[in-house]
């Protein structure tokens, strides 16, 4: 049997064949989960969040998101398009919402649910589940990115993950109820949910807790936006109905997914919300140090914006959130009338909390073995003092540290580091030959070449008296 | 294995640096996080009370299989009442102290509920020593 680590799904992808080897994504990665190795980035899974941050760097497009096969929702008979608020946002002011929610029919959707329509059965559950809570601050697990970045680089801090269903799950619930209260066996209902990130694919592929996700494909938004536009452009579906019959959703929904969107609908005056992964990571610290007192509820986000800054949102961040802000103002503060939440709201306030428990899968450990990891401690202290601390990435690891403990751990050659290498060399303790061979395994052929000498000649004019 | 650190009077923005530093050692060498949060409380309260109490100190800290000791030995005032400072709610914060959210009195009922052992020894006018005791298995 697989153990849960190794079938650990990641939803970004490392095309090789459009790889440049230019070590951005490496420099940018959060928890020094990508590598050079032969001119080619590699993640190394255990430690990759899903965050998203090597996709939005990445200047060759090397990088994708897996997406389903938009195929794959004619499996089934009620095809349900489960959609964020922040995807209408993206569109231009001139398209209107009738137009979107057209569309996504006119392509094969049967139905469209906003994804955030069960938020105003979630602010109960959140306000108990944080005045019973032992762990505070109770850090909400709506990102899925934040939830992975705690289990493998803060793993002290899983227990103070709040076990609710983020609205994605809550709402899939619920549409599954409203069917089989109809008498339509789940089988034949196929729920696609439109992404903004990397993260909520992984989530929904390999949820953190045990419990399956009802959700059975992700339509990336991107591709979505585009189709849906090109739909509308190419069709004259009418602005007639007005924007109050297509969706009704309370403020607080609306809100939901964008930074403070949870905090809104939390009781306890002790709450923060922090948005961006690095500016996370920075808080999180602080947090595990036990030197922030008082705080009991962190929203934590691990795009700048929320969702609106989501790598899959087509739209700009700022434009997208502007937009999202207009539409939660215009509408009437409380829930909705056109959805049977008499008769749902119980159901879904008392089935969203999430079975199971997040698990830790540290990254920082050295050693399962106390004694091993002090060994290896002390040698990579060591070597980093030995390296030169300028983090140039040229051996293919992100940082001088983070080389230091690829060598302890058996991944990598000090040699690697180009400064040892000028070392060795001035001591005759490294040949020529063997230099470039090394620079050659970290960053492939192409970019050693020899030949180019000539190119190189013509431009720096070297053999000009 | 053995670390020192430095701390300076007066440094509250640095305050917790130390706390950070072991806090990261302790999570590399896989140490039960229930370990780690309690060592780490405990030595935060010790090293704000050298930022805010005395004039500057050094923090040794000793590492092995067993145990975690941590000695934070300060230049300062002294404690005259030691049995009084350990009371809940006892101190002699400034004001401006009180005004960075520090001065409730609760730093070194903190330490003991956190630690294994600890200890007290100070001179009044001399300085102060605190050790800090948590068994790592
Ligand atoms: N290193 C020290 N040097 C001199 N006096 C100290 C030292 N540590 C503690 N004290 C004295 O003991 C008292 C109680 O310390 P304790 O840490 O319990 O409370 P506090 O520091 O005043 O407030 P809090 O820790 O809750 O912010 C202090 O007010 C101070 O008078
Ligand atoms: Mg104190």
């Known amino acids: 049997m697989k153990t849960k680590e190794e079938t650990f799904y990641h939803a970004l992808e490392f095309r090789k064949d459009l790889c440049m080897g230019c070590s951005h994504c490496m420099m940018k990665c ?15 899974p255990n430690r990759c969040i899903d965050c998203g941050e090597c996709f939005r760097t990445c200047p060759y497009g090397a990088i994708s998101v897996k997406q389903d096969d938009f195929e794959k929702i004619y499996n089934y008979k009620y095809r349900i398009a489960l959609m964020p608020s922040v995807f209408t946002a993206q569109f231009p002011d001139k398209v209107t919402y009738p137009e979107i929610y057209k569309a996504l029919l006119s392509i094969g959707f049967t139905h469209v649910y906003e994804t955030e329509n069960s938020v105003d059965c979630l602010v109960k559950p959140y306000n108990e589940y944080i005045a019973k809570s032992e762990e505070k601050p109770v850090i909400s697990s709506f990102c899925p990115a934040i939830v992975r970045l705690i289990q493998v680089r803060f793993p002290t801090l899983v227990d103070n993950i709040m076990l609710i269903k983020p609205p994605m799950d809550a709402t899939a619930m619920y549409i599954k109820k409203i069917f089989e209260d109809k008498g ?17 694919i992984a989530g929904i592929k390999s949820p953190a807790t045990d419990e399956e996700s009802l959700i059975s494909g992700v339509i990336n938004m991107d591709y979505l936006y585009n189709r849906i536009y090109r739909e ?4 004259s579906f009418g602005k007639d109905s007005d924007e109050e019959n297509f969706v009704q959703m309370s403020k607080q929904s609306l809100y939901w997914s964008l930074t403070t969107g949870e905090v809104r609908i939390v009781d306890t005056p002790h709450k923060m919300a922090i948005d961006q992964i690095n500016n996370v990571i920075e808080f999180l610290e602080k947090v595990e140090n036990e030197s922030i007192e008082d705080i009991d509820f962190l929203e934590l986000r691990a795009c700048y914006q929320s969702c609106a800054g989501g790598v899959l949102c087509a739209g700009n961040k700022f434009m997208t959130t502007d937009r999202a802000n207009k539409r939660a103002r215009r509408t009437s503060p409380n829930s909705v009338e056109n959805v049977d939440w008499e008769k749902y709201a119980d159901y879904i306030e008392s089935n969203c909390l999430l ?17 091993e990891a002090m060994k290896k401690m002390k040698r990579i202290n060591e070597i980093n003092n030995l390296l030169p601390q300028v983090d140039c990435g040229i051996c293919g690891s992100p940082s001088c540290q983070s080389l230091a403990e690829d060598i302890v751990q058996n991944n990598a050659d000090m040699k690697k580091c180009i400064f040892v290498q000028k070392i060795l060399q001035q001591n005759d303790k490294l040949g020529l030959p063997e230099s470039i061979d090394l620079m050659k395994q970290t960053w492939g052929v192409g970019k050693l070449d020899k030949n180019l000498v000539h190119e190189i000649r013509d431009e720096i004019e070297v053999d000009k008296p | 294995m053995h670390f020192e650190y430095h701390v300076e009077s007066g440094d509250f923005i640095n305050a917790g640096s130390t706390s950070s530093a072991v806090k990261k050692t302790l999570k590399q060498l896989n140490v039960d996080s229930s370990i780690i949060k309690r060592t780490v409380v405990a030595l935060y309260e010790a090293e704000v009370n050298i930022v805010a109490h005395a004039y500057k100190g050094t923090i040794y800290v000793d590492i092995d299989q ?25 101190s002699t914060a400034s004001p401006s102290v ?8 609760m730093g070194l009922p903190n330490i003991k509920n956190n630690t294994d052992r600890m200890s007290i020894t100070s001179k009044v006018g001399v300085g102060t020593t605190v050790e800090i005791y948590n068994k790592l298995q």
């Open chain 1, 30 to 44: 959060p928890t020094q989960a990508i590598r050079v190795i032969d001119g080619k980035a590699e993640l190394n």
């Open chain 1, 355 to 371: 079975t199971g428990k997040v698990e830790p899968r540290s990254i920082v450990k050295l050693d399962d073995n106390m004694v």
């Open chain 2, 98 to 105: 009180r005004e960075m959210g520090f001065g409730a009195g």
């Open chain 2, 66 to 90: 067993e145990a975690i000791t941590i000695r934070l030995v300060d230049e300062g005032p002294g404690i005259p009442d030691i049995d009084k400072a350990m009371e809940m709610g006892y």
């Open chain 1, 232 to 235: 509308i452009k190419q069709n």
């Open chain 1, 184 to 200: 339509i066996p789940f089988s034949e209902v196929g729920i696609f949910y439109i992404t903004p990130c990397a993260a909520k």
